[in-house]
């Protein structure tokens, strides 16, 4: 076989979302403040657009803005007031983190774990890179 010939059989096994040019798009916090509560009532549509474990989003967010929180049904309920614009800040930090493939820039990918250590691996590329301080 030749270059050209294994170049077309390797582009055949990558999976569509390769070829598209769709953005990646994290809807925006849902929520209102409830006394010195924050509530989110859409954090599991986000965790969903994250293709993310929600426990693992959530340990993320209460590290980032040093507050108690939990899960409670389909609502996120964190321990002070916090504005949307703060939490969506954090939330695309996790993205930048934990799901966007720093060598292609797409969101397909998955966190693996080897040997102790948490890998980011991208199933549109292929690239595998460890995962600091998660």
């Keep these: ?15 569509e979302s390769v ?7 994290i809807p925006g916090v849902k929520g209102h403040i409830e006394g010195n509560k924050t509530i989110i009532s859409n ?5 969903d657009t994250l ?3 929600p426990k693992h989003v959530l340990k993320f967010l209460l590290k ?10 389909n609502l996120l309920v964190l321990g ?3 504005s949307a614009g703060i939490i969506n800040q954090k939330i695309g930090q996790y993205a ?16 693996t774990k080897e040997t102790g250590i948490e890998f980011l ?5 292929g690239s595998k890179k460890p995962i600091m301080g998660s």
């Design 51 to 53: 293709n993310r474990n």
């Design 96 to 111: 930048r983190k934990y799901v966007i493939c720093s060598e292609c820039g797409k969101p397909d990918s998955q966190i």
């Design 1 to 15: 076989m030749d270059y050209e010939e294994l170049l077309k059989k390797g582009r055949e096994k990558l999976p």
């Design 121 to 125: 691996k991208c199933t549109a590329c």
């Design 19 to 25: 070829f598209t040019a769709e953005r990646f798009e």
């Design 80 to 82: 002070r007031k916090i």
């Design 43 to 47: 954090f599991p549509q986000i965790t």
């Design 64 to 73: 980032e803005l040093a507050t108690p929180g939990d899960i409670k049904g």
